[in-house]
T-cell receptor
Framework: GAGVSQSPSNKVTEKGKDVELRCDPI?????LYWYRQSLGQGLEFLIY????????KSGLPSDRFSAERTGGSVSTLTIQRTQQEDSAVYLC????????????????FGPGTRLTVT | AQSVAQPEDQVNVAEGNPLTVKCTYS??????LFWYVQYPNRGLQFLLKYITGDNLVKGSYGFEAEFNKSQTSFHLKKPSALVSDSALYFCAVSSFSGGYNKLIFGAGTRLAVHP
């Protein structure tokens, strides 16, 4: 079946502009995660969704970052007033929810969106 | 606080030789441990996990890892390396607190397998 997809694959933007990154999780996966991969910081957790709610936003680096999820499926990560330090690969992952409400252990990652802020 | 250390930036191995990629961790409570592999311009692919049970876990592509609680290690191994194994490998830990899997990753180790 189809895996996690992300769009765009590459995004170049000017400093100060807003960007939206999209993630389509695997159908039926109710848990969704965003991570950021950058040279200086490695792979960092950003936010976790269960359905449409985000019980853990602890990794969002500033209030310029926000994310939403609608219909328990597609998620959008928005970065406002982008800065050069936001340049990174943004990865989305999804996993299914087991009986009892816990997320499964394995996460399935998308190919990422490479964001370059000039 | 949880953390993962991958002490080697790069590991070089000749094809056909055994390989080891090292990982140590720090977590309060029971650790949930994972290995992921990343090929160029691709997302992360799940290789294997340790949740509970046998300390030796087997995963995809002939990889295995050994959980050592006393040494807080979870080294990735393969008996015979292939050139196609060349990639970036990440170790990750989670406490699974709250019933979800917030992964904390190591810095990654680049594996280069030479013909």
């Amino acid at each position: 079946g189809a895996g996690v997809s992300q769009s765009p694959s590459n995004k170049v933007t000017e400093k100060g502009k807003d960007v939206e990154l999209r993630c389509d999780p695997i159908s039926g996966h109710t848990a969704l995660y965003w991570y950021r991969q950058s040279l200086g910081q490695g792979l960092e957790f950003l936010i976790y969704f269960q359905g449409n709610s985000a019980p853990d936003k602890s990794g969002l680096p500033s209030d310029r970052f926000s994310a939403e999820r609608t219909g328990g499926s597609v998620s959008t990560l928005t970065i406002q007033r982008t800065q050069q330090e936001d340049s990174a690969v943004y990865l989305c992952a999804s996993s299914f929810t087991r009986a009892g409400g816990q997320s499964s252990y394995e996460q399935y990652f998308g190919p990422g969106t490479r964001l370059t802020v000039t | 606080a949880q953390s993962v250390a991958q002490p080697e930036d790069q590991v070089n191995v000749a094809e056909g030789n055994p390989l080891t990629v090292k990982c140590t961790y720090s977590v309060s409570g029971n650790p949930y441990l994972f290995w992921y592999v990343q090929y160029p311009n691709r997302g992360l692919q799940f290789l294997l996990k340790y949740i509970t049970g046998d300390n030796l876990v087997k995963g995809s592509y002939g990889f295995e890892a050994e959980f050592n609680k006393s040494q807080t290690s979870f080294h990735l191994k393969k008996p015979s390396a292939l050139v196609s194994d060349s990639a970036l490998y990440f170790c990750a830990v989670s406490s699974f607190s709250g019933g979800y899997n917030k992964l904390i990753f190591g810095a990654g180790t680049r594996l280069a397998v030479h013909p």
